[in-house]
């Protein structure tokens, strides 16, 4: 039952927390949706599947905070590279600043708690 | 890719069949949608299947990049939603907007759908007390022959038969029990599928 709970848990935060460390990532590069797996996976972690980061990329490119761009590759296979927009990147320290102050509120609580 | 990016034939016709298999989940998109779907699906595989290059076979890295994919139609089903519901507004199709509607309720509102028809079961409880303090009024009506309507009636005509009685209670109380039952055991499925989902995904 506990460990159902955290591993529920997790997921649940992990999928939470994503588009902001996607927008994020594409603020340092634009990647493609494989690179952005890996790059994801190397940075922190997180074991995301194909079927969680595309929805997410089609999400974000609908609210216009990521446009793609095909870009023709020596392979003969292109690849379809995300950018972040100015309306992203405002949306990214929105996000930021939110994420950042419940962590701030959640780490004083532990604390109080401690003492 | 194509047959000569493949040294294994085995390796070629996995991937074909998959591509076979997202061409038929998004055939009712536009060509354009498509076209990028195809592509960025395709380029995605490509990406993947050059990786590990030297620990495995072209085979069982093909099966390796498929697997992690997944099924097309569980992972471009809110895809899928959003572009029909985006076509049927643009065209001002309101059954096409109700059809997306539903779709999206059914890729991320699974337990919005189930709370909704939970929500149904009341309307049989109420229907049960109504009976009980509004008998003439509630029932199931019929007027030469035709269906009128099932539920409170408040004008009813001389001809309006009601067609139950009191036996409308037992049915609307059975009814609301079957129908419970039955609810909850496909949100039993719904939370076993997506559990089971969950630990496939390793994480996410």
């Known amino acids: 039952m506990g460990r159902k709970f955290i591993d529920n848990w997790i997921i649940q935060l992990k999928k939470t927390i994503l588009p902001l460390l996607i927008l994020s990532m594409l603020k340092q590069e634009r990647l493609y949706g494989y690179l952005l797996i890996v790059k994801i996976k190397e940075c922190t972690g997180f074991d995301i599947s194909e079927g969680t980061i595309y929805p997410i990329l089609n999400r974000l490119k609908e609210d216009g905070c990521v446009n793609s761009e095909w870009i023709e590759q020596k392979t003969g296979i292109p690849r379809k590279y995300y950018i972040l927009t100015q309306e992203g990147e405002k949306m990214m320290e929105e996000l930021n600043t939110y994420w950042q102050t419940i962590i701030q509120d959640i780490n004083n609580q532990i604390e109080y708690e401690k003492e | ?204």
């Open chain 2, 1 to 204: 890719m194509k047959r000569n990016d493949f040294n294994s034939v085995k390796a070629y016709r996995i991937y074909a069949k998959y591509i076979e298999q997202v061409k038929e989940t998004i055939a009712r998109l536009d060509k354009d949608d498509m076209q990028d779907i195809m592509s960025e699906i395709d380029s995605h595989i490509y990406e993947s299947f050059i990786s590990n290059k030297k620990i495995l076979s072209e085979e069982e890295r093909m099966e390796t990049v498929i697997r992690h994919l997944g099924n097309p139609e569980s992972y471009l089903r809110p895809i899928l939603a959003e572009k029909q519901l985006k076509y049927a507004i643009n065209k001002y199709n309101l059954w096409g907007i109700l059809k997306g509607f539903a779709a999206l309720l059914l890729t991320g509102g699974q337990y919005v759908t189930i709370t909704i028809l939970y929500l149904l079961i009341l309307s049989g409880g109420i229907l049960t007390i109504a009976k009980i303090f509004y008998p003439d009024k509630t029932g199931l009506f019929i007027e030469d022959g035709n269906f009128v309507g099932l539920g409170y009636l408040s004008g009813i005509n001389a001809e309006t038969i009601e067609l139950l009685g009191y036996w409308l209670i037992p049915i609307s109380v059975v009814s609301c029990v079957i129908f419970y039952f039955f609810i909850t055991f496909i949100l039993k499925k719904i939370v076993t599928i997506k559990t089971k989902l969950n630990l496939r995904n390793r994480g996410i």
